[in-house]
């Protein structure tokens, strides 16, 4: 397990430094890796090289998860990394959508879980893991809500398209 708050400050600036340039990358190659994810034989038809931002994408999730492991420790860095993006699913059909929720969503909640880790004094860690768990657990079944009302909405439209109709 790690914790956020034994992390030194030098590491703190170097952790800003690498996010920086993530970002960077993402932001200006984010069209080349959106070909090579969904369709790499079309990407390479559009002259993407589709080997370099292949590599390049598995270096930034690694750079992603080392940074991931000294703030809250090998075991729950695939919460992190998952249940943002999963939040943010619910919600857009967008993946440069779902990308910026599920990066503000991970940062203001990894940001509220140490703040509510603080007071009673608990592990930092898997109080941001608990806290983005239980969000997401409450999203889906919010989702699933919003879900049945758009479904009975829809029928109640059509049975009254079909009462126009008739």
């Known amino acids: 397990f790690g914790n956020i708050l034994l992390v030194p400050r030098e590491s703190l600036w170097f952790m800003i430094a690498l996010d920086l340039i993530l970002l960077v990358i993402v932001g200006a190659y984010h069209r080349q890796f959106l070909a090579v994810v969904f369709d790499e034989e079309f990407a390479r038809l559009r002259g993407v090289p589709v080997g370099f931002f292949y590599l390049l994408l598995l270096v930034l999730v690694a750079v992603t998860v080392v940074l991931l492991i000294h703030v809250v420790g090998l075991i729950l860095v695939l919460a992190l990394l998952t249940l943002p993006a999963a939040v943010a699913g619910h919600y857009v059909h967008s993946l440069g959508?779902?990308?910026?929720?599920?990066?503000?969503?991970?940062?203001?909640?990894?940001i509220s879980g140490l703040a509510l880790s603080y007071g009673p004094d608990l592990p930092a860690g898997p109080t941001i893991i608990l806290l983005v768990g239980g969000i997401y657990v409450l999203s889906a079944i919010l989702a699933q809500i919003l879900d049945r009302r758009r479904a009975r909405r829809a029928a109640v439209r059509g049975a009254r398209q079909g009462e126009i109709d008739a």
């Open 97 to 110: 959508r779902m990308m910026l929720i599920a990066t503000l969503l991970g940062a203001v909640l990894s």
